[in-house]
């Protein structure tokens, strides 16, 4: 058994992994991935998580970039959700879910990535069982938060699927654009590369800039935003990151960005300050 630096450098590992999967690789069911996710939306709503179905033998429960323990962890307390949504990955066989709740004793602006065994052994692209599920999550204290602010922008926002197929963005622009964003603090090259909508809108905890592609950075850190995890949607044109975002600190962070029509049509961020 690994312990302290080595486990988490071994982790890490993994996941880094799990996220480069090629198009040659398994695939999981949408709608599988999506239900699994409103499972787990279920599971938070009651603080009860054995309508899960959770490995037996290879799991990984993360929250704020650190291992932690199911049981004692943010799902196990019953929260009132005031919107949530979730997109899909079936070639990396994950899903991301974002929520928000106002109300009881804390507020939080969650965003979680829930990984899967790649499909079924019998070629059905059926769901195996969860092997992760990595969380971050803000509350009060955190950057820019203010919940019922950050839920006022985000409820009015059109997340319709992408019908068109012709028109959906490829997992290279998405994963480009993600990268490309979280690389803008290291160089000054990455903003200028990223295809910004002039009606972009840009929500980074509560705090809102209209048009996206305003008051970015340019460079300057010598810290790279790494240990990226990538949930990649064609359908819904997004793309959400988790990440440490190492330029400002050792903070857990979300990036979450929208394309639509070849340009960003919004971005999401959650981070937490230790």
Same mark, same amino acid.
């Given at each position: ?27 999981? !069911?949408?709608?599988?991935?999506? @239900? +699994? $996710? ?6 938070? =709503?009651?603080?009860? /998580?054995?309508? *899960? ?66 499909? !079924?052994?019998?070629?059905?692209? @059926? +769901? $195996? ?6 969380? =971050?999550?803000?509350? /009060?204290?955190? *950057? ?131």
């Amino acid at each position: 058994m690994f312990s302290g630096v080595t486990t988490t450098k071994a982790l890490w590992a993994l996941l880094s992994a799990a996220c480069h999967v090629s198009r040659a690789a398994a695939q999981c !069911s949408r709608d599988e991935l999506l @239900a +699994t $996710a409103n499972s787990y939306l279920e599971a938070q =709503v009651s603080g009860k /998580t054995d309508g *899960l179905q959770i490995s037996s033998t290879n799991f990984t429960y993360m929250e704020n970039n650190k291992k932690a323990d199911l049981a004692k962890g943010l799902l196990s307390q019953p929260l009132k959700l005031d919107l949530n949504r979730s997109t899909a990955d079936t070639v990396a066989c994950a899903s991301y879910t974002m929520f928000i709740t106002t109300t009881g004793t804390k507020p939080y602006v969650v965003g979680t990535q829930i990984r899967h065994q790649p499909g !079924s052994a019998n070629g059905t692209g @059926a +769901t $195996a069982s969860i092997t992760m599920i990595d969380t =971050v999550r803000a509350t /009060t204290g955190d *950057l820019f938060f203010n919940a019922r602010q950050t839920l006022s922008y985000i409820q009015k926002e059109d997340w319709s699927p992408i019908a068109d197929a012709a028109r959906r963005p490829g997992r290279d622009v998405l994963r480009h654009a993600g990268d490309a964003y979280l690389d803008m603090w290291t160089d000054a090259a990455a903003a200028p590369s990223i295809p910004w909508g002039t009606d972009c809108e840009r929500v980074e905890g509560s705090m809102l800039t209209r048009p996206c592609g305003q008051t970015l950075p340019r460079g300057g850190s010598a810290k790279v935003n790494g240990n990226r995890r990538y949930v990649i949607d064609e359908v819904m044109g997004s793309v959400d990151v988790l990440c440490e975002f190492s330029s400002l600190g050792a903070w857990p962070d979300s990036h979450e960005i929208r394309i639509v029509d070849g340009k960003v049509k919004y971005v999401h961020t959650i981070t937490v300050m230790h």
